[in-house]
């Protein structure tokens, strides 16, 4: 899944909370916009993003919940964060403009899932770039409170743009992917052919090779 990512960093790992035997985690209670169950956000970052997600849920634009785990254990990140989502229930039931960012730190996976009403804005492509360009520098340094932070205020930039504007960047974007996936498949179609013609002409030389050496 392209919203999903690894966070590959060489910090150190963060003391496992599930029991011996334990495959699936039990659900967080969502009593808090952040739900810090790996105890790696210092209070002013909590408290930081605790106030950008509740002025974004002021203004109406999304209801972003953050759920950070030492690990989820044998469920992978996005079987996690969907069942997380489900029972969350974030945004309105009109708009449908809930978000997930579902973090495991020992796992170095987090994965971001947006309801329908932001998948216009928010789809898995844009999802992904913030992940890659916006949160992932951050947890390689081992600083996931300034990633987090990074990463919601690039969600709160698209929210507060034009709708149309934002949908028209988010198509662009997969404009472009859908265009570099062409262009390499181009790419390694050509360098199949050449290499198909030349095998093919080492075969030929070879058989001709052998049949005059054969006829001489």
């Known amino acids: 899944d392209p919203s999903s990512r690894s966070a590959n960093s060489n910090v150190v790992p963060v003391e496992n909370d599930m029991a011996d035997g334990e495959s699936i985690r039990g659900l967080p209670t969502l009593n808090a916009p952040v739900i810090d169950q790996a105890n790696i956000l210092s209070a ?3 408290a930081q993003l605790e106030g950008q997600i509740r002025n974004l849920y002021d203004q109406g634009k999304a209801q972003i919940g953050i759920v950070i785990v030492p690990t989820t254990g044998q469920e992978s990140i996005f079987d996690f964060a969907m069942r997380t989502a489900e029972a969350w229930k974030l945004g309105s039931a009109k708009q449908d403009n809930g978000l997930l960012i579902a973090v495991a730190v020992n796992d170095r996976r987090l994965h971001i899932a947006t309801g329908y009403g932001l998948e216009g804005v928010i789809p898995d492509i844009i999802a992904s770039r913030i992940i890659r360009d916006q949160i992932t520098p951050y947890f390689k340094a081992g600083q ?12 709160e930039r698209i929210v507060n743009l034009d709708p149309e504007i934002a949908q028209q960047a988010a198509d662009e974007l997969k404009e472009r992917q859908a265009q570099a996936l062409h262009e390499q498949q181009a790419k390694d179609k050509t360098l199949s052919t050449v290499f198909f013609i030349l095998i093919a002409g080492i075969v030929a030389s070879f058989i001709i090779g052998n049949r005059l050496s054969a006829s001489v």
Do not use: D, F
């Open 44 to 46: 002013a970052e909590k």
């Open 144 to 155: 996931y409170g300034q990633g987090l932070i990074s990463g919601v205020t690039e969600i």
